[in-house]
């Protein structure tokens, strides 16, 4: 049996990324031969990776990034919270939002997930590149991207003007939606997003309040219909993006903004798309 120097053991936890135990143990079964020993360590680690697969992953990261006319947003996820804080993992989401930029990838596909092996491999833990949004960034827009402290929270937003737009308040504005969104987590970004059932399922939730409260339900129907139409306007008013009050100014709703961020920059603002990941959801 070869003799396993400590030096060899070291070049194969760098190499690897697997404890010392392992590598020697490793490096003993394949009688110092490193090639073999790293093959060895790696199948291990795959199948302790393929024990985990049913494991859950409540953990994770979000990641942004934007390259030329395209933007890609992706959700990693893993066991715990230690794994998601770790910098290789980090490094990982960053590479797998570069590749699919650079392959013009729009959804998880086999390729990506393969990026993840070597590192589920060396940590083993369970992990998956849950999803990844991509979109364009045409010249007359304007984009913007925002990850929370947390890593579990992310959202794209594209303003659209009327021809090129290089304006610092618009930029601010495009941004500032974003920081919006990931607060206020809107369930739709416009009133023409909510579906009429959503909006008849709320009626009659509303309607059923109004009968139980005896001041209103003795009431005439126009006006109970006027007391109806009035909760549902405030409802959507709260749901709806464009219509909540704007996260840096609550005097005016997010669309009203827009259109004063606009006139003051000489062009017409519309919000072209909003993207968020949050974690898990």
Known sequence: MAEIKAAEVKALREATGAGMMECKKALVECNGDAEAAAKLLKEKGLAAVAKRAERATKEGRVFVKQEGGKAVMAELTCETDFVA?????????????????AKGYTEVNEALSNMMLDLATEIRENMSVRRIAVIDVPANCVFAKYIHSDGKTGVMTLIEADGAVDNADVKAFAYDCCLHVAAFTPAFIRREDVSEAYINEQKEVFMAQMNNDEKVASKPENVKQGILNGKINKHLADICFLDQPFVKDDKVSVSKKMEEVGKAAGTKLNLKSVTTFILGA
């Open 85 to 101: 804080k770790n910098e290789k993992f980090i490094a990982l989401g960053e590479a797998i939002c570069a590749e699919a930029l």
